[in-house]
């Protein structure tokens, strides 16, 4: 972060630094400010990000194009399989989420998202602390290392490295 800051930042539709092994452009983050960052993420075909929780951090997603299914509770039962099986003690059950629809991630809640469309997504994503560009640019790195699913173990080790606790397996997904 620049010591004495005091100006805002503007940038230009597609500005940014792209962490393209995440499918993401980092807007604003750890060098600007200790508060948040803010990504704009293209989330391809059948991308699940698997269920997982963050005993620190606090996450918006907002979508920009496309549908998410979307999870932001603790389940009755947190089963090891498909999250959108999932139902709260209220009977809330996973968001079917288009262009407008956000989601708003306290710490220690259980979430998800993932796309299960015929085409791309795009969001807009907020994480407080600032500083999980790291997380994906290394999350990245590990999805584009093999031809094919990433390694459980590896994940998991990543995950445990960033505060984030896998609850179901994450799906890369496919580009079109």
């Known amino acids: 972060m620049t010591d004495g800051m005091t100006d805002g930042l ?3 539709p597609g500005a940014g630094r792209r962490i393209e092994t995440a499918g993401m452009t980092l807007k604003v983050g750890a060098e600007h ?10 989330v391809p075909m059948g991308f699940d990000v698997g ?7 606090e996450e918006v997603f907002y979508v920009l194009e496309g549908e998410l299914d979307l999870l932001a509770f603790e389940p009755l039962e947190r089963t090891p399989g498909d999250w959108r099986t999932w139902e709260s003690r209220d009977g809330r059950k996973t968001l079917r ?3 407008g629809s956000a989601m708003y991630v306290p710490a220690g809640c259980p979430h998800a998202f993932g796309n299960p469309g015929p085409a791309p997504a795009r969001l807009l994503f907020l994480v407080a602390p600032a500083g999980h560009e790291e997380y994906l640019a ?4 590990l999805l584009a290392s093999g031809d ?22 994450l799906v890369p997904g496919r580009r079109p």
């Open 10 to 12: 503007l940038l230009s």
């Open 33 to 42: 400010t200790p508060r948040w960052s803010m990504f704009e993420a293209e």
């Open 51 to 57: 269920a997982h929780l963050h005993r620190e951090a």
């Open 97 to 99: 989420g288009g262009p």
């Open 138 to 141: 290394e999350m990245g790195e």
């Open 148 to 169: 094919g699913p990433p390694p459980a173990d590896g994940i998991a080790a990543l995950r445990l490295r960033y505060d984030i606790e896998q609850l179901t397996p």
